[in-house]
């Protein structure tokens, strides 16, 4: 997920509604006012860092498709570096448009396999922890602790009825084939629901995507490793949002901030249950 969730509040989109900035200013108790500077800029940390293909630094708004959005990632980061006094690096990789049943198909799930997009994953993964000080040299020589991997992806298998059905079948060897890569074999994965129709979706193929899901979570041998965060209550309709682009969650940005912050509350949870 690159994360379309506009950042400025621009009066010609709906006044502004569901902006990250609108959310800041009309709602000052919630986490994303604390993001706001006083003079009205966006603050950064110095804690929490991310690397999102050839765009990285500190933490802030506009890690999103381009600069002017957010993902998933700025909840997340929150949610997660709050927890830490060591820094947390976030390793985002998206390129939108991309399936399960192709571009990312793994290696265990057959056919034509592997998928370029699970390949570059995995690569830019291993080239990026294997080489950190060349992108953050304040990170040199500290031990590098691959904590957990967060996935929210779906749109382009619900839409397909060959990759919807078997979408159960190749997320669970995803998690799988994963966890081999990096040598981990109970290494927390935090699902996100593909829920951007909210709690009236009535497809067929989208409920039968958000239930597989949701099941891959409770496989036996995955249980206490991997987690399923329900995100259709999260959905804004248009008429909050800066457009009705219901594949981009209507651009809403509290919507991508609340699947971040889900995320991120998620993980932490496998993160306590792994240390028990």
Known sequence: MEGHGIVA???ARNEGKGSLAYVAEHQPESPIAAWRAGDGS?????DVLISYL???????????ANEDRIGPELGFG????????????????????KSLGADFRPPSAGGEAP??????????????????????????????????????????????????????????????DLRREFDSPRLPFVIAETGMSGESETHPRALSLMRAQAAVAEYDEFRGTVAFVGTRAFYRPAEESPSGQAYHWNTNAETYWLIGEGMGTAMLSLLDEAAK
């Open 9 to 11: 509040a621009d009066p």
């Open 42 to 46: 966006w603050r950064e940390r110095d």
């Open 54 to 64: 050839d765009r990285h630094g500190r933490l802030r708004p506009g890690f999103g």
């Open 78 to 97: 929150t949610v997660v570096g709050d927890r830490f006094d060591a820094p947390v690096l976030l390793v985002k990789l998206a390129w939108g448009g």
């Open 115 to 176: 998928g370029p997009y699970y390949v570059e994953l995995v690569e830019r993964t291993k080239k990026l922890l294997a080489n950190l000080d060349e992108t953050f040299p304040e990170l040199a020589g500290r031990e590098i602790e691959l904590a957990g991997i967060g996935w929210h992806q779906g749109w382009n298998d619900r839409v397909n009825q060959a990759f919807n059905d078997e979408y159960e079948k190749n997320l669970a060897c995803l998690i799988r």
